[in-house]
């Protein structure tokens, strides 16, 4: 007889199918990024991402209250502000409004959620880098790790359980443990954006903070074919005390997130980016995928990949998909 070897009874029901699942996909492993803008009245709808916007307090309160409901694991929040100057300063601010999103987050929902910040400058910065200048307009790697250092106090005392410095500076993972530490924060983590590349992908990102960034970040972010100094930056991260490390853009980076997976010894996360959301949506509004499966498709992959924590714009919508089966 043959074929006799028939892996296809192993896919005959849904009950088979369901018991033999290599990839297991959890709503809690699902981290929601958020944008909230300062003085906002009303949310402003996001033109680049179909579905998201920009967030008032209140509305901001309430999408993190949905998404905790719907069994999400945690909110990453991004803050987009009225005003910007060469330094950020309105990312050091306890008044500026991540600052101020993060208290109101964290008194809303206290550790029923793992609540996350973006400590970062480009949102705050009038030139859009993530850094401060230095005279020639360069971005100065040690000047920027003293701003970071102030912002990861910041975003502790307003009650952020992780800071997630993105910004990609040398030696950005040790400032802030240091300051943390310091700052007798000794149990707030550090989710390290630890390998971050120059991406396409971040495009519609830069409507949704009204970046002002003319150029690239070419001289921090890595070249998207580099995968060993990846895996140098995770490392460099890990000695310097990360908590969980991460991998961003997401779906065109697998592989990335398959090697660090092999090598760290913390928890790997992978962020499903801005233009990663945009791609499906665009392309489910024409009819040409299938919205549902496609999101859960990606989400799987990622999963399979090798990353335990995912931030994904849909993470409240595939909660509940997961939870309805
Ligand atoms: C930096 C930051 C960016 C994103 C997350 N953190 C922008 C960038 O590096 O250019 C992009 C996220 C996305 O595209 O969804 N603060």
């Known amino acids: ?31 929601l990024p958020v944008f909230v803008k300062e003085g906002a009245t009303e949310p402003v709808p996001i033109a680049s991402m179909p579905g998201m916007v920009q967030h008032t307090r209140d509305s901001l309160r309430k999408a993190a209250v949905e998404a905790v409901a719907a069994g999400v694991g945690g909110i990453m929040v991004f803050g987009v502000p009225q005003t910007r ?32 910040s973006d400590l970062c400058l480009d949102e705050f910065t009038d030139h859009g880098h993530c850094g401060v200048l230095d005279a020639d307009g360069q971005v100065d790697n040690d000047a920027t790790l003293a701003v970071y250092a102030d912002m990861a106090r910041a975003q502790a005392d307003a009650g952020a359980h992780l800071v997630g410095p993105s910004g990609m500076m040398d030696g950005q993972v040790g400032v802030v443990r240091e300051a943390l530490d310091a700052a ?9 954006y630890s390998a971050k590349f120059a991406s396409a992908f ?5 409507e949704a903070v009204e970046s002002q960034l003319r ?29 969980l490390v991460m991998v961003k853009p997401a779906l065109a980076y697998l592989d990335v997130i398959r090697a ?3 090598v760290s010894d913390v928890p790997v996360a992978a962020y499903q980016v801005s233009g990663e ?3 499906v949506e665009a392309a489910a509004a024409n009819g040409w995928l299938e919205r549902e499966r496609t999101i859960m498709e990606t989400l799987t992959a990622i999963r399979r990949a090798g990353a335990e924590v995912i931030l994904t714009y849909w993470a409240t919508e595939a909660a509940g998909l997961l939870r309805r089966g």
């Open 277 to 279: 959301y945009a791609m």
């Open 215 to 243: 150029g690239d970040r070419k001289t921090y972010q890595q070249d998207p074919g580099n995968v060993r100094e990846a895996l140098r930056e995770v490392h460099l991260d890990l000695q310097e005390g990360a908590d």
């Open 184 to 192: 007798g924060h000794i149990d707030t983590g550090i989710l390290a």
């Open 1 to 31: 007889m043959f074929p006799n070897h028939r892996p296809r009874r192993l896919r005959r029901t849904a009950a088979l199918r369901r018991m033999v699942g290599e990839t297991v996909l959890a709503p809690h492993q699902l981290v």
């Open 260 to 262: 660090v997976h092999e």
């Open 85 to 116: 100057d060469a330094v950020g300063s309105g990312g050091v601010d306890p008044d500026g409004i991540l600052n101020v999103a993060l208290r109101d987050l964290r008194a809303e929902l206290g550790d029923d959620t793992v609540l996350m």
């Open 202 to 206: 971040f495009g519609p990102f830069r």
